[in-house]
Structures are given as structure tokens and as C-alpha cells.
């Protein structure tokens, strides 16, 4: 089946550095999300996009919708201890209900 | 408090067992969705409910059967349970022309 592949599997870093992580895939999404998820808990939505080349922020939180269409972008400034989870992003195609999931970035921080 | 309600958290069956996983959401959302979770591979669809009255096959819907028992409760049965089930199973719902799901907080199945 379809999978999107993330890069990379884990990150381990210190308290206060910058984190990107990124996510390709063979096709096109008309939508890209990132979720996150803490230990013991169901993912969280962190950041939606619609548009190709779209730069969206939350908080620390930054990602991009790649031009191609084929990619996304995600990237945590100055990490804290609570950014420690599992990141996923998730692509959606045009005219269907359905998320495709990446495999999943693990961070730890350490302070 | 408003969500994704899934039960149990924990289960333990034994190779041949069924049960059921329950998952009830009070948004009134239209959609709604089991994935599982297993290392290194992501969340995997199994099944998904587009509207009351409806269901389909995802990617890894073998060993799996589903009901959406009304418009709040989608439930998930495994028939004859295998090891190769042995995973975290997650339930999601969404309101209809949004993109965000809401996830429950998973049923973690382990099967001996």
C-alpha cells in the first residue's frame, strides 16, 4: 500500500536546537498535515496545508508544502523537553476522505 | 469532555480469540476511522466509515470486520485473532470537508 516515507526515523538533541524532519512521496497530495504524538496517546494535529510552496507557522512549529507536491517540511526551533513524541505527517489526495500516514519521526530532547 | 472514546485501553487474547474494539465519538462527525500502529511502519488504515450506514476497506483490512453502529459508535472485530495483530489500534473521526482527525487514545491488543 501507499506510505509516505519520513526522514529521519529518530533525532536525539540537546534542549535549545533547531529540528527539521521532512516527508516525500511517490504521488500528489492536495493537503499535507503533521500530527504529533506524546507516549500513550492518540496522534495530535499540529499544522494543516492546502497549498503548493505554502509556509505555515504555529507557535515554533514551521512546515512547508512543497512545490512538487510530493513533499513536506517540518521544523521545531529552540526544542523543549515537551517537544519529545512521535511526528507523522499525512498527505490527502483530491476527492477522498482518506489520510495516507509517514512512518514517523521519534524525537527526544535531553536538557 | 468532548473526543474520541476508545475501550479498552488494554487487552491481552489468546491466538484463535475474538473481541471487539469500541470506539464512540460525541462531535457529530461523519467519518470515522481504525488505523494500527506498529514500529517503523507508520499508521496503517484498516477500515473507514464515510457516513452512518457505510464502510469500507483501507489498506490492511484482512483478519478485521467493522460496524457503524450509529452515527457516534464505529466498532472494530477481529474474529479469530492472530499474533501478526499484535499492535496499537487507533480510532479517528472528522467532520465532513475538514482535513483534521481527532484521534481516540488507542487500544493496545496483545495477542499470545
Known amino acids: 500500500g501507499q506510505q509516505l516515507n519520513q526522514s529521519p526515523q529518530s533525532m536525539f538533541i540537546q534542549e535549545g536546537e533547531d529540528v527539521s524532519m521532512n516527508c516525500t512521496s511517490s504521488?500528489?497530495?492536495?493537503?499535507w498535515l503533521w500530527y504529533k504524538q506524546d507516549p500513550g496517546e492518540g496522534p495530535v494535529l499540529l499544522i494543516a496545508?492546502?497549498?503548493?510552496?505554502e509556509l505555515t507557522s504555529n507557535g515554533r512549529l514551521t512546515a512547508q508544502f512543497g512545490i512538487t507536491r510530493k513533499d513536506s517540511f517540518l521544523n521545531i526551533s529552540a526544542s523543549i523537553p515537551s517537544d519529545v513524541g512521535i511526528y507523522f505527517c499525512?498527505?490527502?489526495?483530491?476527492?477522498?476522505?482518506?489520510?495516507?500516514f509517514g512512518t514517523g519521526t521519534r524525537l527526544q530532547v535531553f536538557p | 469532555n468532548a473526543g474520541v472514546t476508545q475501550t479498552p485501553k488494554f487487552q491481552v487474547l489468546k491466538t484463535g480469540q475474538s473481541m471487539t474494539l469500541q470506539c464512540a465519538q460525541d462531535?457529530?462527525?461523519?467519518?470515522m476511522y481504525w488505523y494500527r500502529q506498529d514500529p517503523g511502519m507508520g499508521l496503517r488504515l484498516i477500515y473507514y466509515?464515510?457516513?452512518?450506514?457505510?464502510?469500507d476497506k483501507g489498506e490492511v483490512p484482512n483478519g478485521y470486520n467493522v460496524s457503524r453502529l450509529n452515527k457516534r459508535e464505529f466498532s472494530l472485530r477481529l474474529e479469530s485473532a492472530a499474533p501478526s495483530q499484535t499492535s496499537v489500534y487507533f480510532c479517528?473521526?472528522?467532520?465532513?470537508?475538514?482535513?483534521?482527525?481527532?484521534f481516540g487514545s488507542g487500544t493496545r491488543l496483545t495477542v499470545v
Open positions: 499525512a498527505g490527502q489526495s483530491y476527492n477522498t476522505d482518506k489520510l495516507i
Open positions: 479517528a473521526s472528522k467532520v465532513a470537508g475538514y482535513y483534521g482527525y481527532t
Open positions: 504521488s500528489i497530495f492536495n493537503t
Open positions: 466509515s464515510a457516513s452512518e450506514g457505510t464502510t
Open positions: 462531535m457529530n462527525h461523519n467519518s
Open positions: 496545508l492546502y497549498k503548493a510552496g
